[in-house]
């Protein structure tokens, strides 16, 4: 339909890529025209769509999204006709700390002013972030970092705990219409994401003190059930909770 296959491309067998520029279009995006085509959302499908300088998208094209994310899929009406795409891909997105990228860096100095950093972070919308599972902070690394070689834990190890974690999640949704825990609706949540009183009060601390939404409560049970799987542990924890909590660093009230 979209013609991105080529001549000699068939059944598609690989997870697809997509990785619109920030000049995209809310139609090139979500998908429109006289004829209704899919956009990218769709065409991520089943992959990832990977949105790099954030706030550089106009803040149209960046609200269109938050119906996808939330139903996976695209409904485009138009007077003659309705048509649905299926839209249910991963958002990958990247962003600077401010305008000059020096915010928080500890070797160079930042040349934004507080307003201009808030101006310039307050492009992505609550709603839009509140829909994200995980944003957290990637600081500059050094040379030193860069040149070393500590040891950790390679690639073959994290590939084995991942897949490990996948097969818990497809046994867990065996008789549903879901495959992994980013797809659980609120129902699911309440059966599989069970805390105790210790993580109950942290979680509500948390709340409390950052604010957090309704949405942003359900993905923090989401990303501490997968914790939890990664550690293969049936019962979320208190830890689980706690690292999850992390993963909002946008949620926190640190940019002025």
């Not at 598609?12 to 429109?32: C, E, K, M, N, Q």
């Not at 000059?100 to 040349?111: Q, V, W």
């Not at 219409?177 to 129902?187: F, G, L, V």
Request: proline share 6%; net charge neutral; charged share 25%.
């Amino acid at each position: 339909m979209t013609g991105v296959l080529g001549e000699s491309g068939g059944l598609v067998s690989r997870r697809p890529f997509r990785s619109p520029h920030h000049t995209i279009s809310d139609a090139g995006l979500i998908g429109g025209g006289a004829i209704p085509k899919p956009g990218e959302v769709s065409l991520a499908h089943n992959g990832i769509l990977f949105l790099d300088e954030l706030p550089e998208f106009a803040r149209n094209v960046l609200e269109v999204m938050r119906q996808p994310l939330e139903d996976g899929q695209v409904t485009i009406s138009r007077a003659s006709t309705s048509l649905t795409f299926p839209a249910r891909f991963m958002l990958a997105a990247a962003m600077n700390p401010c305008p000059c990228g020096f915010f928080g860096d500890t070797s160079r100095e930042c040349s934004c002013s507080p307003t201009l950093i808030q101006r310039y972070v307050s492009k992505i919308s609550g709603p839009l972030l509140d829909r994200i599972d995980i944003h957290i902070e990637v600081p500059a690394v050094k040379y030193a970092d860069l040149a070393a070689k500590p040891p950790g834990e390679g690639s073959l190890e994290i590939r084995e705990r991942v897949t490990a974690a996948r097969k818990i999640q497809q046994e867990r949704f065996r008789d549903q219409k879901i495959y992994s825990n980013a797809q659980m609706t609120p129902r699911l949540i309440r059966q599989h994401c069970e805390i105790d009183d210790d993580s109950r009060r942290h979680l509500e601390h948390a709340m409390t003190k950052m604010g957090l939404s309704a949405r942003a409560y359900d993905r923090i049970l989401k990303v501490s059930r997968t914790l939890a799987d990664l550690d293969q542990l049936e019962h979320i924890q208190a830890r689980h909770i706690s690292e999850a909590i992390q993963y909002r660093s946008l949620d926190r009230n640190y940019w002025t």
